[in-house]
Each structure stands twice: as structure tokens, then as C-alpha cells.
């Protein structure tokens, strides 16, 4: 059973750091999404755990960084230089198996299997 377990929101200022961590029951492909209050789950960034390969959203390029710990089946998101319209509950997801294209990483619907999320608020 796919399981997984985020960690690491909370309330900063802009300009400020956090990192998230997504614990996951085995090595997936895995996706951050994030979701503000009266918008759609937008893709923020994702990684093919085979080669490590990353993706990231264009408002986030530059300023957040996928990252995983292959020992503790664990991926990060470490955002820096955060802006109020960062805060949203972010999502990590994953689909329990390789994508063959790589813009299926960018679509929230293929992904089956999603945590709980964590709320990132972001203040002026």
C-alpha cells in the first residue's frame, strides 16, 4: 500500500525558507502540487527517482529545489525566497510507477496516490 507523509509547513514572512518533506512507503516518482484557497492544484515540481531528473514550474524555477534522501524513501522540497502567492496547502503525489512521458509529470491526474498536505502560508 502506497503511503505517504508530508511535513514542514508553517508561517513565514516573505523572503523566508521552509522545507517540506514528503515520507513515502517505497522509491516513486514523486510530484509537489500545491493548492490556494479558490484555485485549481497547480504542478509546482517533480522528480523521476531513477535518474533523478527534476521539473519544476516556472513561477518556482530559480527559487525551489527537489531534493531526496534515498535511504529514508524520502523527498524534500526546499523553497526559498518565498512569496505571499506561494501560500497554499502543498501536496506531495505520486503515481507508483514511472511516467513514459515527461508531461505526464506536470498533470495532477495522473498521479493515484497523494498525501495529506501541509499548509504553507506565506505573509507580506
Known amino acids: 500500500q502506497v503511503q505517504l507523509v508530508e511535513s514542514g509547513g508553517g508561517l513565514v514572512q516573505a523572503g523566508d525558507s521552509l522545507r517540506l518533506s514528503c515520507a513515502a512507503s517505497?522509491?516513486?516518482?514523486m510530484g509537489w502540487f500545491r493548492q490556494a484557497p479558490g484555485k485549481e492544484r497547480e504542478f509546482v515540481a517533480a522528480?523521476?527517482?531513477?535518474?533523478?531528473?527534476?521539473y519544476y514550474a516556472e513561477s518556482v524555477k530559480g527559487r525551489f529545489t527537489f531534493s531526496r534522501d534515498s535511504a529514508k524513501n524520502t523527498v524534500y522540497l526546499q523553497m526559498n525566497s518565498l512569496k505571499p502567492e506561494d501560500t497554499a496547502i502543498y501536496y506531495c503525489?505520486?503515481?507508483?510507477?514511472?511516467?513514459?512521458?515527461?508531461?505526464?509529470?506536470?498533470?495532477?491526474?495522473?498521479?493515484?496516490?497523494w498525501g495529506q498536505g501541509t499548509q504553507v502560508t506565506v505573509s507580506s
Open positions: 503525489a505520486t503515481a507508483a510507477k514511472p511516467f513514459v512521458l515527461s508531461s505526464a509529470y506536470y498533470s495532477s491526474s495522473n498521479y493515484q496516490y
Open positions: 517505497g522509491r516513486y516518482d
Open positions: 522528480s523521476r527517482w531513477s535518474d533523478g531528473i527534476t
